[in-house]
């Protein structure tokens, strides 16, 4: 048997499945404030499960501490890409009290700067090392990020080896590990990624010392794909957006469906999204979390406050339908009352918690590449897509049952050259050791 928990900020539900991920039973207790262990260990004892091979946990607290900025780590930002870097300065835009809870100190230095490695210049290996020594006792944690890591990640990781060797064992967070194109958007989902490392790692080590007799213990992420409790504590930026995601997921779970229109009515808003495929359509371009834009795979929602008029959510459903060729509208939620059209699954107020006990184990690499000549593409997308395949297997997925979810390629018109993005994304079960 394996559970799935989903923690929210009032309410945390969680649900029993037994074979074939049949729906034995689902609870629904309130929230430990501020705790999201505590909540965990609150629904699994209303539950009254028996012992389980996996439990699978929506943690939603890595979105509110940002949200609430708290718990936050101070962050050292180091870009580098020297002139070609600065037409925006590191945390341009940033709310002030994000900025204050987030920010240690800045500095942009030279290395990178060209699409062909004969371009490049080498990187300013004194000014990260002064750099580091500057942030001694004021960081709790790093962020490095290249301007052109898409292409090659090299000096991301020659920078970090400088930072450790200057400030010891404090978290480094690469913008390289999280894959998105945008510089900006890259930059702030690694400085999170960073700033959250403190909660993160706490989290992780209190839900496997309270779940220790589980065999196999998850995370959900914002993609629609759970993470081992390792991966959690070493990129807790991908736990963002993974409370709709799981949520998501479970619709689609409880109707059949892969294709379709999600409402989650709460108590105090609506929150409308679209599955492709049996996970979360994504937000174009990434999304914004705590007041800032990032390049993370979050699902694509639109908002509506409690009590809404029937017009604002039809107009939100509208929105997301895909085009000519509506899809199905499914409502989920504790207030799903609320929305009398559409389909209303059985045990449709704990969507999320069956979305992360039926979720696959995710793994997703991207990377931009120069292919002068296109038979060569080929053997370009088989290694990132072997890439992406080794990424799952990281985050916690058994690598005897790893399969291919997207492997695509797109050529990137606006760069002068033959340049293509390739991005592979991969899934498995759990691995139970």
Sequence with gaps: MKAGVDVGPTNTDAALLGHADAILSTVKVASVPGDPVASVAAALGRLGAPPLAQVAVGLRGAASAVDDRRGLYKVAVLRIGGHEAQAVRPLFGWPEDLLRAVCAATAIVDGGGGLDREDWTPLDTVAVARFAAGVAGRAQAVAITGLFSPLDAEQELEAADIVRAELGDLPVALSADLGSLGLIERENATVL??????????????????????????????????????????????????????????????????????????????????????????????????????????????????????????????????????????????????????????????????????????????????????????????????????????????????????AADTPLAYLPGPFVRLRARAAGPPAQL
């Design 193 to 406: 990624d960073a700033a959250l490392s403190g909660f993160a790692t706490d989290v992780a080590a209190r839900l496997a010392a309270a779940l220790s007799p589980v065999t196999a213990v998850h995370v959900t992420r914002g993609d629609g794909t759970l993470m081992s409790l390792e991966h959690l504590a070493r990129h807790p930026g991908l736990s963002l957006g993974s409370g709709p995601a799981s949520m998501l997921r479970g619709a689609g779970v409880l109707t059949g469906l892969e294709d379709a229109v999600v409402a989650d009515v709460g108590a105090r808003r609506v929150r409308v999204g679209a599955l492709a495929g049996g996970f979360p359509e994504e937000a174009p371009g990434g999304a914004r979390i705590g007041g800032v834009p990032v390049g993370l795979r979050i699902p694509e929602l639109i908002r509506v406050p409690r009590p809404f008029e029937p017009a604002e959510l039809a107009e939100a459903v509208d929105r997301m339908q895909p085009g000519a060729d509506r899809l199905p509208l499914v409502v989920v939620g504790g207030g799903e009352r609320a929305v009398p059209g559409g389909l209303h699954p059985a045990h449709g107020t704990a969507a999320g918690a069956i979305g992360a006990a039926t979720s696959p184990v995710g793994g997703q690499y991207e990377r931009v590449v120069r292919l002068p000549d296109r038979s060569d593409l080929p053997a370009a997308l088989e290694a990132v897509i072997e890439e992406a395949r080794a990424s799952a297997v990281r985050a916690g997925a058994d690598p005897r049952h790893v399969r291919i979810l997207e």
